[in-house]
Every structure is written in structure tokens, then in C-alpha cells.
T-cell receptor, first 111, second 111 residues
Framework: GENVEQHPSTLSVQEGDSAVIKCTYS??????FPWYKQELGKRPQLIID?????GEKKDQRIAVTLNKTAKHFSLHITETQPEDSAVYFC??????????FGSGTRLSIRP | SQTIHQWPATLVQPVGSPLSLECTVE??????LYWYRQAAGRGLQLLFY??????ISSEVPQNLSASRPQDRQFILSSKKLLLSDSGFYLC??????????FGEGSRLTVL
């Protein structure tokens, strides 16, 4: 079955710097790759997603890249702000309703 | 608009006791429904998902079970809880577009 690996598990960056989180997946049939943000005590919420027919997608300070050949995708956050501190999860789906998550990255933004 | 509710929000149960967590979705029909577990400091583990009434896919063989007696109702159960069942349980729904909408979560402590 699908397996999604995510790293690093924790990440600390200076406010204003960029943060990068990387994920790999095992199922070559996967075609949908969302990223979720979970703030402390709250439910995860979708922040950006990408489908296998594109290699990159950007939304303001957040971007996601996908390399289908290597089966990995990454989240890039530029100009980090204190409110970016949270746990981030990548996920992969083969379009058949099953959505598998990575183990999460705890991002801390240093003032 | 669509809403998702799950209950109870917290519960403390002795080892060997039964469990029932309930989740309902309003404002949509025939949603895909999911149960995830989030252990402390870890990722989101897919337990069950359902694409329709009576259709349950199990991802992790264990002493938990799920049922979908109605289109927008998803129930997670156990006949005898184990210590290792402690965690944060999240119900979620999606359309076929892929985005997951999570409930508020149920924190289970097994003593």
C-alpha cells in the first residue's frame, strides 16, 4: 500500500527566512498531493494542493513542487511569519478516496 | 454550508471497556468519510474510510471497527479497549475533489 515519508520532523527557522518540508511517496499511481496545517489545539486544514499534471503551484508565500519521476514533493514557505508556526502534514492519494498522511513536521518560527 | 461534528470531545475509559465515537456531516450528500488517529507527537494514521453506506475499508487491522449506518453518519467502535488505543481521533469528510474537512476531534485516554 501507499507509504508517505516526511522530513524533517522538526524545523526551526528565523522569522523572514524560508522553510522547506519534503515528502516522498511509494505508490506511483498517486495523483493528488495536499498539504495541511494544524495549529495547536485545532483541526488540520488544507493550505495548498497539487495534482500530478503540474509540477509547481504557488499561493502567495506558499508553494509546492512535485517530481513524479522521483516520487517526491515539497512545501516551500517564504518570508516566514510567527503565525506560520504549526505542524504541517503532507499527504498522497491515488484518487480512489484513500488519503495517506506523512508523519508531520513541527515548524517553529524564531523572532 | 457543510458542517461536520463528532462526539464526545473527550473521554476516559478503562482497559477492556467498549468505545463508540460518532461523526455526522450536514449539508452534503454521499460524502467520503474517514477516521484518522493522531498519537501524541505523531502523524495522522488512516484507520477506516467509506465511499458509501455499508462500504468500509479498513487500513489497520486491530480491535477497532467502523460502521456507516446512514449516508452522513460514521461510527468508530471497539468491544474492548487497549492502552494503545489512546489518542486523538479525527473524523473527516471529502467530496471527490480530494480536500478533507476534519471534525473537532475526540481525545481518548485509556487507563
Amino acid at each position: 500500500g501507499e507509504n508517505v515519508e516526511q522530513h524533517p520532523s522538526t524545523l526551526s527557522v528565523q522569522e523572514g527566512d524560508s522553510a522547506v518540508i519534503k515528502c516522498t511517496y511509494s505508490d506511483s499511481a498517486s495523483n493528488y498531493f495536499p498539504w495541511y496545517k494544524q495549529e495547536l489545539g485545532k483541526r488540520p486544514q488544507l493550505i495548498i494542493d497539487i495534482r500530478s499534471n503540474v509540477g509547481e503551484k504557488k499561493d502567495q508565500r506558499i508553494a509546492v513542487t512535485l517530481n513524479k519521476t522521483a516520487k517526491h514533493f515539497s512545501l516551500h514557505i517564504t518570508e516566514t511569519q510567527p503565525e506560520d508556526s504549526a505542524v504541517y502534514f503532507c499527504a498522497a492519494s491515488n484518487g480512489a478516496s484513500k488519503i495517506i498522511f506523512g508523519s508531520g513536521t513541527r515548524l517553529s518560527i524564531r523572532p | 454550508s457543510q458542517t461536520i461534528h463528532q462526539w464526545p470531545a473527550t473521554l476516559v475509559q478503562p482497559v477492556g471497556s467498549p468505545l463508540s465515537l460518532e461523526c455526522t456531516v450536514e449539508g452534503t450528500s454521499n460524502p467520503n468519510l474517514y477516521w484518522y488517529r493522531q498519537a501524541a507527537g505523531r502523524g495522522l494514521q488512516l484507520l477506516f474510510y467509506s465511499v458509501g453506506i455499508g462500504q468500509i475499508s479498513s487500513e489497520v487491522p486491530q480491535n477497532l471497527s467502523a460502521s456507516r449506518p446512514q449516508d452522513r453518519q460514521f461510527i468508530l467502535s471497539s468491544k474492548k479497549l487497549l492502552l494503545s488505543d489512546s489518542g486523538f481521533y479525527l473524523c473527516a469528510w471529502s467530496r471527490n475533489t480530494g480536500e478533507l474537512f476534519f471534525g473537532e476531534g475526540s481525545r481518548l485516554t485509556v487507563l
